[in-house]
């Protein structure tokens, strides 16, 4: 079936550091990619997307590039805000029609000032 | 509204009490989705809706839960004889239907805590 491995966290930063969040992925056919940002308290929010092999998704000054050859979608932005806190999800949307997104585990970045 | 709604935020429940949990999806929205989200298992789906009927219930845990939908809009998910191991947060998400457009938004969540 499908996984999305991510790495363990939690990830602690300084500000301004870079961060690379890693995430694997196992699915039937051409999945979607995505990553989804918890912040505390809140609920889940789209971050970033990829629908197709070498597609790069980027939004708030984070990216994630879609790598077919290596089943990747790390998670990266070059430096890291205090406001950046919060739990990371990747997740996909297999390639064979189900609708169903599979998550992986969710990585807990924290941003020290 | 702007966004997915779900009522109640929190639940508090003595085991093998019956509860249900609402959904209110984005309007024009013709899929809905429920998850759930717990300590020990992550994010699990459980249910998708098209419409009103569901195609894919494949990650509904047993035959205690289930589901439905009506008029293409509100969802309810129902959990009978509540369990401890079903204190989790339950998700429900929306999203349009058609090529590329499987981009889910989640509502902010029912916390049910089984006692």
């Known amino acids: 079936g499908d996984s999305v491995t991510q790495m363990e966290g939690p990830v602690t930063l300084s500000e301004e550091a870079f961060l690379t969040i890693n995430c694997t992925y196992t699915a039937t056919g051409y999945p979607s990619l995505f990553w989804y940002v918890q912040y505390p308290g809140e609920g889940l929010q789209l971050l970033l997307k990829a629908t197709k092999a070498d597609d790069k998704g980027s939004n708030k000054g984070f990216e994630a590039t879609y790598r077919k050859e290596t089943t990747s979608f790390h998670l990266e932005k070059g430096s890291v805000q205090v406001s950046d806190s919060a739990v990371y999800f990747c997740a996909l949307s297999d390639g064979t029609g189900r609708r169903a997104l599979t998550f992986g585990s969710g990585t807990r970045l924290q941003v020290q000032p | 509204g702007a966004g997915v709604s779900q009522s109640p935020s929190n639940k508090v429940t003595e085991k093998g009490k019956d509860v249900e949990l609402r959904c209110d999806p984005i309007s024009g929205h013709t899929a809905l989705y429920w998850y759930r989200q717990s300590l020990g298992q992550g994010l699990e789906f459980l249910i998708y809706f098209q419409g009103n009927s569901a195609p894919d219930k494949s990650g509904l845990p047993s035959d205690r839960f289930s589901a439905e939908r009506t008029g293409g809009s509100v969802s309810t998910l129902t959990i009978q004889r509540t369990q401890q191991e079903d204190s989790a947060v339950y998700l429900c998400?929306?999203?349009?239907?058609?090529?590329?457009?499987?981009?889910?938004?989640f509502g902010p969540g029912t916390r049910l805590t089984v006692l």
């Open positions: 998400a929306s999203s349009l239907t058609g090529q590329g457009k499987n981009e889910q938004f």
